[in-house]
């Protein structure tokens, strides 16, 4: 017997026809449902126990616009809204209509598979739609990518945000294409063999239009986010809390049909239950993809290096599929800029990227300096698959002060040398849009609010975010639209000169990855990674029975030579070659065990043989 708690909040298709409304707004003396339109008027809801309020009203048809009035004066939008088409505080729109799928038979990816694409809808096109990424996908798709990451899609204030000011998790952001918009492009994704991920924001809500607490406990004063108040999944009254959000995920990945989900820093969701809110989300996910026949996947964020997120449960773990590592992406940024501000003051050294090669995490339990405290936990078990590895993203590139890409901050060579890192390495590969043709515009920090002393307040917030990096400069205002203008990809870029041909690199890359044995093994058994004594250099060799294959990574701007197990090695990769618009390899004569790099450059090489 189900639970009371896991009523589906909202508005949802009635079985007797019509609209079923629910809602969970516990110690309300009285709650009804304000109908807009030819239905003008007020409905009364019925208690159902545990807080829970609801009807069936048969008349109420899609597209409806409706709030909920408590107590008989409090006016709200629906918490469990699809839809917000007049904006956040606006009333709520009944989304019950089914949609044309035309993507049957779709199974989803496994993991291996996975080639991830993150983008920002509002940037990613001029028109800044669900509608307008559709014409993009077969460049994409012969790119080699296989999944698109979408950032946040909820409802937020205005038409300008990240998305992680959300304030409806279950609405589709109107301006962006609202729900048709959303299915539309996944079944488009489908249609050409793309995953789509979805990020969601699990851990805090924005601060406008936000809601909840008039409707029940859903925060916590026992704990804080960096963001706001903390979302209740531990404390009196958090079961339906933890159902609301368990609810939304399987919403994206069943009404949707989007192949998994990106979790946002889970590292800020506070539980202490004996079965944390990831664990039972990861639990609801798998009895879902059972019944579904399809695969689903959540990928976390945590800043944690805590291995136990991703660890299957029987082995004591929370049973994620996979999470971002940040150290992959902090060890090699590091080398490729130099920078040491902030916590890059951990980084710099050859033998922290060949130790991510290695094991994903370099803190694992080591003292960090930026901590100033032992960080992490080894995490040298995992498979390759666990990790998702990029040189840049939305995060690393917006929270700088001017939202540099690489490509405004290393030379084309060192590029080409950051693509090979991340689309060579064991791990699941994230590309940021843009990054594959080297897009010079920056990524910055946008929003759209409406309260001026909220507007204020952010752009103070930013200012002292950049100080621990030692970031001086005034950053250019986070309401202004030209802030989020000056963010729109120009697609142009990538068409000719040095952006075609990087764009053909990653192509190549990910050509590699799909065809040669060795490179998409997730099994890092074979792996070994070292850094080349006293040089800002390393190599990565992996294997199978069949072949070996050896990555070179030159970070100086001198040639450097690897060390290399005997035998007849063949280049596959030389991103110093002319083809990819390199000054040349200037070979240096034959060494028994040793391999020529150009600096700054990348090369992979190739020998039939027995297992690394």
């Known amino acids: ?166 304030v409806y998790p279950f609405a589709v952001q109107a301006s962006y294409g609202g729900p048709e918009g959303l299915k539309r492009l996944v079944d488009a994704c489908h249609r050409r063999g793309l995953a789509v991920f979805l990020d969601v924001v699990y851990n805090h809500l924005g601060p406008e239009g936000n809601y909840l607490a008039d409707f029940g406990p859903y925060f916590t004063d026992r704990y804080r986010t960096p963001w706001g108040r903390a979302l209740n999944f531990d404390g009196p009254d958090s079961d339906p809390v933890r159902a609301y959000f368990i609810q939304n995920a399987l919403q994206w990945l069943e009404e949707y049909r989007c192949d998994g989900l990106r979790l946002d820093a889970i590292h800020a969701i506070v539980d202490t239950s004996a079965r944390p809110f990831l664990q039972e989300l990861a639990e609801e996910v798998e009895a879902l993809e059972a019944r579904l026949g ?37 060890s090699l940024h590091a080398l490729l800029t130099g920078e040491r501000g902030g916590y890059y003051a951990d980084f710099g050294e050859a033998e922290h990227l060949a130790k991510s090669y290695r094991e994903g995490f370099v803190y694992s339990g080591h003292y960090s300096h930026y901590r100033r405290r032992r960080h992490g936990a080894t995490s040298a078990d995992l498979p390759g698959e666990r990790f998702v590895a990029f040189a840049q993203n939305h995060d690393q590139v917006g929270n700088r002060m001017q939202g540099e890409r690489l490509a405004a901050l290393v030379p084309f060579e060192a590029l080409k040398v950051a693509a090979a890192a991340v689309l060579l390495s064991p791990y699941l590969p994230l590309l940021f849009m843009g990054e ?85 093994c997730p099994d890092k058994a074979g792996l070994r990674a070292q850094a080349v004594q006293g040089r800002r250099a390393l190599w990565v060799g992996r294997g199978t ?54 600096g700054p450059g990348a090369a992979l090489w190739v020998r039939a043989g027995e297992a690394v």
């Not at 029987?314 to 971002?324: I, P, S, T, Y």
């Open 436 to 520: 594959e043709y080297g897009e010079q515009a920056p990524f910055l920090y946008f929003v759209s609010h409406g309260d001026p002393d909220l507007v204020r307040a952010v752009r103070e917030g930013r200012k002292a975010e950049f100080a621990a990096f030692g970031w001086c400069r005034e950053p250019p205002d986070p309401q202004a639209e030209e802030t989020f203008g000056r963010s729109v990809l120009r697609w142009e870029l990538g068409r000719e000169g040095r952006g075609l041909t990087l764009r053909e690199f990653h192509r190549e890359c990910l050509r590699l990855r799909r065809e040669l044995p060795a490179l998409p």
């Open 1 to 166: 017997m189900s639970e009371p708690h896991t009523r589906r909040a909202g508005a949802l298709p009635s079985p007797e026809g019509g609209t079923r409304f629910s809602v969970w707004t516990p110690g309300r003396r009285k709650v009804e449902v304000c109908l807009r339109g030819p239905l003008e008027g007020r409905r009364e809801l019925s208690p159902l126990g545990t807080g829970y309020w609801g009807a069936d009203l048969p008349d109420v048809a899609d597209g409806t616009l409706y709030s909920f009035v408590l107590d008989g004066e409090l006016t709200r939008p629906d918490p469990a809204s699809r839809c917000q088409p007049e904006g956040v505080h606006g009333p709520s729109q009944v989304v019950t209509a089914s949609f044309p799928w035309g993507d049957g038979g779709w199974a989803g990816l496994g993991l291996p598979e996975l080639v991830f694409y993150e983008l920002h809808v509002g940037t990613f096109t001029p028109e800044g739609t669900f509608e307008a990424v559709i014409p993009r996908l077969p460049e994409l798709r012969d790119l080699g990518v296989t999944a698109l990451e979408l950032m946040p899609v909820a409802a937020f204030p205005g038409d300008r945000n990240w998305g992680y000011d959300g």
């Open 545 to 598: 029975r069949e072949e070996e294959v050896l990555l070179g990574l030159n970070f100086e701007t001198v040639p450097a030579t690897l060390p290399a197990p005997g035998g007849s090695w063949r280049l596959l990769l030389d991103s110093a070659a002319p083809r990819w618009a390199g000054p040349g390899t200037a070979h240096e004569p034959p060494a028994p065990g040793r391999l020529f790099l150009p």
């Open 294 to 330: 399809r695969r689903l996947h959540l990928v976390a964020e945590s800043d944690r290096n805590d291995p136990r997120f991703v660890r299957r449960r029987e082995q004591g773990g929370v049973g994620l599929g996979a999470e971002w590592c940040d150290d992959f992406h902090h």
